[in-house]
């Protein structure tokens, strides 16, 4: 066990796996590995070490990110999608041959300044309205990008906005607006966050997106990872630091919201919100000792938790589960009514990271 109170252990096994299973979905498609917000929390430069020999590219969301991965010796490439968003990070993205996204056409004229070659992506608002060219603005851009003397154009891009519900219709009037734009045949084309690569082949392409998938978790209302034949990644763990013998009427953490009523052993974790572990959770919530499900009880703190430790054999000592094998992500983030995403991200940097093949 790590000197640590508070680890993730990656799983870099679990990691390829949902990468192959990206592959099997979508055969015809290259990979660009979202890894953005240090790799949805998991950490980068290993996942990206762990990744490339498997995907054909990565993408991050800001050029700083790109440089981090670069500073590291990953030389594959790396798209970063906000593009440029000042004229001062052209030079670093040209020295370090980040890919950029041209998404407004403000971000064309501090591209007249480059003076070696860069690669980029246009990137189009097919009705998500977040970052994109309007489609009637594609032709103008596009050309300019052609006669450009240093871009070079590897596709174009647009992002879904509904696509975790596969009911939703928006996404066809989406395909619709991107695949309607008179594309050059052979400029490679790419559409497909996680939830699309999971339900949508027609919105394949030519290069797929996914980000959470690779992780393990679920992209799609009502479908655990498990039924999508995805592998939980990271497992984050802590360990009983504590046991206690709590009294009938004795009250347990901040607000004194739980009490006990009767005579029962009590448990305390040495993980809380300050390890990104979320504080509102309802009574329902468990962690995982020894295979048993503990109920967390009382708040929440920064540094600890407490649990009901009755019928569970355990010792000051023993490893805890707040997510990972038996215990879906997906379940913490339903039970605290978010997603998987913010609680991935959410990890701190306290957390110890521990690589596992
Ligand atoms: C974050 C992001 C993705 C990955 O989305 P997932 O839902 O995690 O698969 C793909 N494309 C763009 C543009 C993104 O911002």
């Not at 001062?88 to 403000?106: G, T």
């Not at 655990?224 to 504590?242: D, E, F, N, T, Y």
């Given at each position: ?263 029962m052993?009590m ?27 503990a109920p967390i009880i ?9 649990v009901d430790l009755r ?47």
């Amino acid at each position: 066990m790590p000197l640590s109170n508070a680890w993730a252990t990656i799983d870099h096994a679990a990691l390829l796996h949902n990468v192959s299973r990206v592959s099997e979905l979508a055969p015809n498609s290259n990979i660009m590995a979202v890894i953005k917000s240090l790799a949805y929390g998991h950490g980068a430069v290993s996942l990206a070490y762990a990744l490339q020999r498997k995907v054909d590219a990565f993408a991050v969301a800001r050029i700083e990110e790109g440089l981090a991965l670069r500073a590291e010796g990953i030389t594959k490439a790396i798209l970063v999608l906000e593009g440029l968003c000042s004229p001062e990070q052209l030079s670093l993205a040209q020295q370090h041959q980040l890919d950029v996204a041209i998404h407004h056409p403000k971000q064309l004229a501090w591209l007249e300044a480059l003076g070696g070659p860069l690669g980029c992506w246009i990137k189009v608002d097919s009705g998500m309205s977040r970052l994109g060219l309007h489609p009637d603005q594609v032709p103008e851009v596009l050309a300019a990008v052609q006669q450009h003397k240093y871009l070079k154009l590897k596709g174009a891009m647009t992002h879904l906005a509904n696509a975790d519900d596969p009911q939703d219709s928006k996404t066809d009037v989406q395909l619709a607006a991107f695949n309607g734009i008179a594309w050059p045949d052979d400029l490679a084309l790419s559409i497909a966050n996680s939830a699309a690569v999971l339900t949508r082949p027609d919105a394949h392409a030519d290069w797929v997106r996914p980000g959470l998938m690779l992780y393990g978790a679920s992209p799609l209302l009502n479908q655990s990872a498990q039924s999508l034949g995805l592998k939980p990644v990271m497992q984050l763990s802590s360990r009983l630091i504590s046991i206690k013998q709590l009294n009938a009427g004795d009250t347990v953490g901040y607000g004194a919201t739980w009490q006990a009523d009767e005579v029962m052993p009590m448990g305390i974790v040495g993980i809380g919100y300050g390890d990104g572990y979320p504080r509102e959770v309802p009574a329902e919530a468990y962690v995982l000792i020894n295979g048993k499900q503990a109920p967390i009880i009382g708040r929440v703190s920064m540094d600890m938790m407490t649990v009901d430790l009755r019928g569970i054999d355990c010792v000051i000592g023993d490893e805890v589960t707040l997510w990972g094998e038996g215990l879906p992500i997906d379940l913490v983030a339903q039970w605290t009514n978010t997603i998987a995403y913010t609680l991935m991200c959410g990890v701190t940097q306290r957390v110890q990271r521990i690589n596992k093949s």
